[in-house]
């Protein structure tokens, strides 16, 4: 089947699961849990084919590698789906004019979501639940390096659904992995609604560029961590040393670490050292490396980068506006983090910060849809316009306005 036959097929079944009740939509969702949980050894064997294949390093391994484990978190996440509200047919405003019209403003589905993603199998079921439960057809481009994992977990998904006397085929992956076939997928229009990029910088920039389908861009991650001069100590190694070391792989890890100069003369090498334990590779600026020798030095490009891997780069600054300014100028508007313990410091931070997430006293690693209570989630999307930060269910809605009359007419 053709990539624009593939979109055709989910967009001509997309009715199956936008008119159905929420009672049904959770019924699909359990029965894509539990089959995910009963058939693990069979992902988990097709998972193994793309593992051996891969050849791109061990942190993208990472991001690719399923085990029993990993299938039990995505399948809890669908439960946790069953477990909240449905946002389809929510009324978010409702008045009535001066002529008489009843007017509502309703949360509705999108109609057809197209997902292209890259290494993480686990996107794939996180995909389909979120479109099932906000009623929305799902047609997923998953990379190379991952399809047999993907066709896998589709067929499983779909396989219960229809167990359970549901039509499936609004859920749908293409089967063309090829540069040129991203680019088709990307334009088209007419059959797909909204297109949601998720994975490296490369392909969200190639979706901004080449699609003619509406796209929420879902940014990488260039997350700072900055210690203020007032901060406890062991508060702050230990939020740097998770933000950083818990999983590298991942676009909610810090990469940057920000330091008022008072805090980093008595205690950077304090603050560093759990990282050097761990392997983590350390650069920054002229005044980190003299206060810390083991600190290399850092090239302008250094304090712009995602790395996803064990890398940081340091940077001194004198106070919280130069952090502020720094933090702006630098990072990926993804999450960023001060540790604290002046509030005035830290409110003035929450609020001048132009990140879609913004800590105070807590670790970047939080930026995730399970851990915000939404089930799942779509990606974190870093712009401005319709969705911004951790994307759960009420992101994947559009609205429409109802507007009931007795028969006026303008004059």
């Known amino acids: 089947m053709t990539i624009s036959e593939t979109c055709r097929l989910a967009k001509e079944h997309a009715g199956a699961v936008a008119y159905s009740s929420e009672s049904d939509k959770n019924q699909m969702l359990s029965l894509a849990a539990d089959a995910l949980e009963a058939h693990a050894d069979e ?16 942190q993208f391994r990472d991001r690719l590698m399923l085990n029993a484990a990993r299938i039990a978190g ?58 099932i439960k906000s009623g929305n057809a799902a047609v ?13 977990i589709v067929r499983i998904i779909k396989d219960a659904i229809r167990s359970g006397g549901y039509d499936p085929e609004f859920i749908q992956l293409i089967a063309d992995c090829s540069h040129e076939g991203a680019r088709e997928f990307m334009r088209q229009k007419g059959t797909l609604d909204v297109l949601i990029p998720r994975g490296s910088a490369s392909l ?16 990488t991650g260039n997350c700072h961590v900055y210690v203020e001069k007032s901060a406890d100590m062991k508060m702050a190694a230990k939020i740097l040393c998770n933000a950083k070391t818990q999983r590298t792989s991942v676009c909610n890890a810090c990469e940057s670490l920000v330091v008022d100069d008072a805090f980093a003369r008595e205690h950077l090498d304090v603050l560093l050292l759990p990282l050097l334990e761990r392997g983590v590779e350390i650069v920054g600026d002229e005044k980190a490396r ?16 995602e790395y996803l891997a064990m890398k940081i780069s340091v940077k001194i600054v004198q106070n919280a506006d130069e952090a502020i300014a720094w933090i702006n100028e630098h990072s990926t508007h993804h999450s960023e983090s ?26 970047t690693r939080f930026t995730d849809g399970f851990e915000f209570g939404f089930g799942a ?26 507007i009931r009359g007795s028969g006026q007419i303008r004059g």
């Open 43 to 58: 992902i988990i064997a097709a998972n193994a084919q793309d593992v051996s294949s891969c050849t791109r390093g061990e």
């Open 74 to 131: 995505i399948a809890e996440g669908l439960r946790q789906l069953v477990r909240l509200s449905c946002p389809v047919g929510e009324v978010t405003e409702h008045y009535t004019t001066a002529n008489g019209l009843d007017i509502s403003r309703v949360r509705v589905p999108f109609g057809v979501v197209g997902i292209i993603y890259e290494a993480r199998p686990n996107v794939t079921a996180d995909a389909v639940g979120l479109c």
């Open 140 to 152: 997923l481009r998953g990379s190379r390096d991952a399809y047999t994992s993907n066709e896998a």
């Open 204 to 219: 969200i920039q190639a979706a901004l560029e080449h699609a003619t389908v509406p796209v929420i861009e879902t940014g």
């Open 290 to 305: 003299r206060y810390m020798p083991a600190v290399g030095p850092a090239s302008e490009e250094d304090f712009y980068k």
């Open 338 to 363: 001060i540790v604290t313990e002046d509030k005035a410091a830290a409110e003035k931070f929450l609020k001048m910060i132009d990140s879609a997430c913004v800590y105070w006293n807590a670790s």
């Open 377 to 402: 989630e779509m990606g974190i999307s870093t712009q401005k316009l319709h969705a911004r930060g951790p994307m759960g269910l009420r992101e994947l809605t559009s609205y429409k306005f109802v």
